[in-house]
């Protein structure tokens, strides 16, 4: 590319909003918009230098360095592409959504490249106070998926067990998208009865039934511009089933007892913790419905895909739930989170650590304050009672049961009253 060429490239740029620069083959930064100068830092900084070393910190490419390039991607197809990174920039490290497009001479051959940069502000890989936190590949793989759809206008399937986040991954996916400045409303299926879901969902005129004293409009209409979050879904009746489908297909809805049909406008987010193809061949859920909101699926990881998170959660959750700012973990209460099991997922690591700050009294929350937690469970035996194996090979009649059962239980009432 000649030096004018590229003059008028960069002048070009400038005039767009998001940050990008201009790399040669060798990996080189010729070049900087004014939006990266804003965004990152000084162009005088990175002009000359490579890319890996302004953005990773890195002595080679990334791509030997065990991430992936999008430019030696770009080399090998000869073709656009998109990869989601972790940068170095003035405010710590980032997720960043890097694209690369070849710029190409006269004679169609790639002389440079232009890489596009977009800040991800719904997700850190730090602990933060809001948003998603995460740095593991299961987290990784799932916030790439999400940053693909959220520019579309695509209806989204959050797919995973319980407590795993999936209404935060929903805001996410709503904040990332063109309908941010709208409403983001979420619906809890599982609370909907026949009687109320086209009253809760399209509303009703005055008059429309008993007590119906005014106009009330629905939490469809209340997402209009915005995106409408459908969550446990899964437990959705087959009757209101057919209602919703006949919603997204159509697109239009009537208030109860008004005559007039209404536009809806909304972008569709579901989730569901249950297993919807199998209910699907079960013919307890809708085929029809089922491939209608499962246009772009999303498995949300649960904490035993990420372990390696767990330690960046409980500092997050901390800093969200304890009304002592500045406290920190031990070593060992972190060691302890990351060894245990999770049936809850990140909702139980939540509630687990709400209880230990309010029972710490001092500047660490230790393992002691954690495992005093573990006497206020629903005292059952599992194992041995006062020295004795509880025994199913032999009978036992119910007083004999009931004293074991009062000699496991006594020694553990009497640890928590005399704290």
């Known amino acids: 590319m000649q030096a004018d060429s590229l003059s008028e490239l960069v002048s ?97 051959r790639v002389t440079h490249f232009v890489e596009t940069m977009r800040v991800v502000r719904q997700a850190s890989s730090k602990a933060a106070a809001r948003g998603l936190v995460g740095r593991s590949p299961a987290f990784v793989r799932m916030l790439e998926r999400m940053l693909r759809v959220a520019g579309s206008g695509a209806a989204v399937l959050l797919l995973g067990e319980t407590g795993t986040g999936k209404e935060l991954v929903a805001r996410a996916i709503h904040e990332a998208s063109d309908r941010s400045e709208g409403p983001f409303v979420a619906v809890d299926c599982a609370g909907l009865t026949e009687s109320l879901f086209e009253s809760e969902l399209f509303g009703y005129e005055k008059g429309a039934f008993t007590g119906a004293s005014h106009r009330k409009l629905g939490l469809v209409e209340a997402a209009a511009g915005g995106t409408l979050f459908l969550d446990e879904i899964g437990e959705l009746p087959p009757s209101l089933q057919v209602k919703l489908l006949r919603l997204l297909e159509i697109g239009t809805y009537r208030r109860v007892g008004g005559l007039d049909s209404l536009a809806a406008d909304f972008r569709l987010v579901s989730a569901t913790h249950r297993n919807l193809p199998a209910m699907v061949e079960a013919e307890s859920f809708r085929r029809d419905l089922y491939f209608r909101i499962n246009t772009f699926p999303i498995h949300t990881p649960a904490l035993h895909e990420r372990p390696e998170d767990i330690p960046l959660l409980a500092v997050s959750l901390l800093e969200r739930v304890d009304r002592k700012k500045g406290r920190r973990f031990t070593e060992a209460a972190l060691e302890w989170l990351v060894r245990r099991r999770y049936s809850g997922n990140i909702r139980e690591l939540r509630n687990l650590i709400e209880r230990a700050a309010l029972m710490a009294d001092g500047d660490e929350i230790g393992l002691a304050d954690f495992l005093d937690d573990e006497e206020y469970r629903m005292p059952w035996p599992s194992g041995r009672a006062s020295g004795e194996a509880f025994s199913l090979d032999a009978p036992l009649d119910l007083p004999g049961l009931e004293q074991r059962y009062l000699a496991w239980l006594l020694p553990r009432c009497q640890r928590v009253f005399t704290k």
């Open 12 to 108: 070009f740029l400038d005039g767009l909003p998001e940050p990008r620069i201009v790399m040669d083959a060798d990996y080189r930064i010729v070049a900087a918009n004014q939006a990266y100068v804003r965004e990152f830092g000084a162009s005088q900084a990175i002009l000359g230098r490579t890319c890996y070393a302004v953005s990773h910190h890195f002595d080679v490419p990334c791509d030997q360095a065990g991430e992936s390039c999008p430019l030696s991607r770009c080399q090998e197809s000869d073709s656009p592409q998109r990869v989601l990174h972790l940068h170095h920039t003035p405010r710590g490290e980032e997720y960043v959504d890097v694209e690369l497009t070849p710029i190409r001479d006269e004679q169609g």
